[in-house]
């Protein structure tokens, strides 16, 4: 069992001019049990809370920083009413305990505009595993859950560093016709949702030299960055980014590229401590401090002129799970709070990860009794489905696996 201290609700700041008082009110999922409140004053005059019509925060007067815990009991679905005067911060925690029986990563979809061209893109880079066409063109239970309403019309194509094609692969869609979607990929690295990949190259330097001369869009010359780390990004012909970083596993190198693995995929969050304990209850329980901060060629590095801070954790589900790392970044300078695009999964760039777990059925009827709501039906087959959740930033994770019907 995997045990999280989950954020239910917040982290939240309301506020409102002193000498004066408003309400707020929203709703939130639980599950039947104890909780606790959390809040910091932040030059807060009165405030009263309600949590599903008990008072649990009298009008008062507080004074000073301080934070003040609360315990609750919360139910499966949940109302919270704040009236203030100041500002105040809020969060609601529950501990809870659930398997879901995670397997490894499958893969991480990247949407692109022209999949012949996305295809030899990948040649240059080496993936000399491919399986295409992948998947029907059409698939009704599978566009629905995707969050689409009727059908889709796509190409799909699995590329791996390996041949025959291993796992984790990239899932690369050309959605078609009326499913094609015009967002692009994110803009920036700092973009609330998952931003890029990271591979491992045994020859960096030369990697870079080889395909910046084939016409591939470099955000600069790799560059190192505080921790030691040395990395650049690149970008595929639809603007989706690309990390690549040095590794010293001492194999040869050739004249082409010499990518050896994915090493993670790249989530930006708005509240760490809310991201690393929804992944802890999936299973994440490796962890691994990558916080940074930087100006010069650092920040440059990451398309910024002026200087860049984030935290970060990698998670990972173990060291038998090779590719299942999730490299977790929350942004403070520059901060960019435009939300991840929201469904159908059909938006330009990285957009999706995939996770294999034991027991479907299983593992969506314990997501569902912990409170969280899935995209779309299962989609697939009885001997392999799928179906999408959000983590706490709306982020579109898949899992997939056997159903067992019960």
Do not use: C
């Not at 100006?295 to 984030?310: K, L, R, S, V, Y």
């Not at 998670?315 to 999730?326: E, R, Y």
């Amino acid at each position: 069992m995997n045990k999280a201290n989950l954020t239910r609700f917040g982290p939240t700041v309301f506020e409102h001019e002193k000498g004066q008082s408003t309400t707020y009110s929203a709703t939130f999922r639980g599950i039947d049990g104890p909780a606790k409140l959390i809040l910091w004053d932040d030059g807060l005059e009165s405030a009263q809370i309600t949590v599903n019509g008990d008072n649990v925060v009298e009008p008062q007067t507080l004074s000073g920083d301080q934070e003040i815990v609360i315990p609750l009991n919360l139910k499966k679905e949940n109302t919270i009413e704040v009236s203030i005067s100041g500002r105040l911060g809020i969060r609601v925690t529950q501990v809870t305990e659930a398997d879901l029986g995670l397997l490894r990563q499958g893969y991480f979809g990247l949407n692109t505009s022209d999949m012949e061209r996305q295809r030899a893109f990948y040649d240059l880079l080496g993936f000399v595993g491919e399986i295409y066409p992948a998947g029907p063109e059409t698939s009704t239970t599978f566009a629905q859950s995707l969050g689409f309403e009727d059908d889709y019309l796509i190409h799909v194509s699995l590329h791996s560093l390996e041949n025959p094609p291993t796992m984790p692969f990239v899932d690369t869609v050309q959605f078609r016709g009326d499913s094609f979607r015009e967002e692009p990929p994110y803009a920036n690295l700092n973009h609330i949702g998952m931003a890029y990949a990271t591979y491992s190259t045994t020859d960096l330097d030369g990697d870079f030299a080889y395909l910046h001369s084939r016409g591939v869009e470099f955000v600069s010359p790799p560059t190192t960055a505080p921790n030691g780390e040395r990395f650049t990004f690149m970008k595929d012909q639809d603007g989706a980014f690309i990390k690549l970083i040095a590794t010293d596993q001492g194999e040869s190198s050739s004249p082409g590229p010499n990518l050896v693995r994915l090493v993670n995929t790249n989530m930006n969050v708005t509240d760490l401590e809310r991201s690393v304990e929804f992944y802890r209850l999936l299973g994440f329980t490796e962890s691994e401090p990558s916080s940074q901060a930087g100006t010069g060629e650092f920040a440059a590095a990451h398309g910024f002129d002026g200087p860049i801070e984030f935290e970060g954790v990698d998670v990972s589900l173990g060291a038998d799970t090779d590719g299942a790392t999730i490299q977790l970044r929350q942004w403070a300078t520059p901060f960019d709070d435009a939300p991840s695009y929201p469904p159908p999964v059909n938006h330009l760039g990285i957009d999706r990860i995939n996770f294999y777990v034991k027991d479907l059925t299983a593992a969506i009827k314990t997501m569902n009794e912990l409170g969280f709501e899935q995209l779309g039906p299962v989609g697939g087959a009885p001997e392999i489905g799928i179906v999408f959740f959000f983590d706490p930033d709306g982020i579109k994770f898949q899992i997939a696996g056997p159903q067992t019907g019960s």
